[in-house]
């Protein structure tokens, strides 16, 4: 297969919906996403020995899934500067680019004392099953710093370039999209804490959203998000310079905005009395909270930016 060629490779077997492996190859990347049940009290176990004994973090989320996750890679033959002649014949071979999984996600969770707090979570922040009269301090809202694992032979270096959400609204073919939980917790009924993965693919290019979403119930919400896309340099586009040829733009963002402020804006705009169901859908506060320059606000007024920066890889 050339790598300007597109090939979608669906594992999923119909009728076993909690089980899925998917991978789509195209324009020298290939994208693969895997989606299973929850993880076992065992691997548990294990998770929380090796958080422990790594980054001091002791507790899991209520729901984590511990075998999903999305790994990007290309062939770095395609990308080189002067890429050499190739035949049919010969096989593509990718090489890792970034990863997304569990695991690494939970090793950049915080382990000191959480920026937001109710009345229970002093006593969830002291849980350890096996030390419980030495208090350990963690962000019980899994908060996570964590953007992707990168290859190590690459790097991110800062751009002025921002991601062309413009063009990412214009009406495209989604030739792949997966969307998938790498781990949530209910706070004990106090809200939600979401970290998930969306892929999607189109002719022009990819894009993937990696998002931390956190309600607490009459107290805030908060997105930090990472967006990660590139645009196929083709014969319909050759003089694209939105993430040209060898290169990933990836954007990473953080805002907030209090409970209430939102639940007024949503009335207001909404016009509707019970607006309950938008404070639960995490897609429409993400479009409320979403910005896609260093100089944008919300457009909710009273919603803060806390980060914004973008870098891109180079391959």
């Not at 964590?146 to 002025?160: D, E, F, I, M, Q």
């Amino acid at each position: 297969m050339r790598p300007n060629q597109m090939v979608v490779i669906p594992h999923a077997v119909e009728g076993e919906p909690t089980d899925s492996k998917r991978c789509i190859q195209c324009n020298g990347f290939r994208i693969r996403t895997a989606k299973f049940p929850i993880s076992s009290q065992p691997e548990l176990e294990r998770l929380v020995d090796s958080l422990k004994a790594e980054t001091g973090l002791h507790v899991h989320p209520d729901m984590y899934f511990g075998h999903n996750g999305m790994w990007l890679e290309y062939d770095q033959v395609a990308y080189s500067p002067e890429p050499p002649t190739k035949s049919d014949e010969e096989p593509v071979t990718y090489d890792p680019l970034i990863t997304f999984v569990a695991d690494e996600a939970l090793r950049m969770v915080k382990t000191e004392n959480p920026e937001y707090k109710i009345s229970a979570a002093d006593e969830w922040t002291c849980r350890d099953v096996e030390e419980l009269d030495v208090p350990k301090p963690y962000d019980w809202t899994f908060a996570t710093s964590y953007a992707g694992s990168l290859h190590p032979s690459l790097r991110r270096v800062k751009t002025c370039s921002t991601i062309p959400f413009d063009s990412l609204r214009k009406p495209e073919p989604i030739l792949f999209f997966d969307d998938i939980i790498l781990y949530e917790d209910e706070l004990a009924d106090n809200g939600v804490a979401r970290l998930g993965l969306k892929v999607r693919v189109m002719p022009s290019g990819f894009l993937i959203l990696l998002r931390h979403f956190l309600r607490i119930d009459q107290v805030v919400f908060a997105l930090r998000e990472t967006r990660l896309y590139h645009r196929f340099v083709n014969a319909a586009n050759p003089g694209s310079n939105d993430a040209p040829r060898g290169k990933l733009l990836v954007q990473t963002t953080s805002s907030r905005v209090n409970y209430d402020a939102l639940k007024e804006y949503a009335v207001k705009t909404t016009l509707e009395q019970d607006v309950s169901p938008y404070l639960l859908d995490e897609n429409w506060i993400g479009a409320q909270l979403l910005v896609t320059s260093k100089d944008e606000h919300c457009k909710i007024p009273q919603a803060e930016v806390l980060a914004f920066e973008t870098q891109e890889v180079i391959l």
